[in-house]
């Protein structure tokens, strides 16, 4: 099974950047796809972008898309979020997901995820 532990959360300003990591543990990270959600007081957790287990193919929600970059190194078993731009509407705690070994269809729900990380908080002042 996958342990999944995300870092890198903060309070800044609007205009500045983050970059959220996403460290997993054992041996199976390369093959799951993962994806990066939020959720934000008194929201539903939403989809932020996801990766496939080898890395070619990304995917966005349009509220991110050309600010946020997803991107994973398999051999250090981590995934990354670099998030340029923050805007005040970004301030949610975000989280790391793994997915089923192989299984990639729905990138964009929840349930298509077995595997949490207990979140990391990004505030974004104005």
């Known amino acids: 099974q996958v342990q999944l532990v995300e870092s890198g959360g903060g309070l800044v300003q609007a205009g500045d950047s983050l970059r959220l990591s996403c460290a997993a543990s054992?041996?199976?990270?390369?093959?799951?796809?993962t994806g990066w959600f939020r959720q934000a007081p008194g929201k539903e957790r939403e989809f932020v972008a996801a990766i496939d287990w080898s890395g070619p193919n990304t995917y966005y929600a349009d509220s991110v898309k050309g600010r946020f970059t997803i991107s994973r190194d398999n051999a250090q078993n981590r995934a990354y979020l670099q998030m340029n731009n923050l805007k005040p509407e970004d301030t949610a705690v975000y989280y790391c997901?793994?997915?089923?070994?192989?299984?990639?269809?729905?990138?964009?729900?929840?349930?298509?995820?077995?595997?949490w990380g207990q979140g990391t908080q990004v505030t974004v002042s104005s």
């Open positions: 054992g041996r199976t990270f390369n093959q799951r796809g």
């Open positions: 997901a793994a997915a089923p070994r192989y299984s990639f269809g729905n990138y964009y729900s929840t349930s298509n995820y077995e595997v």
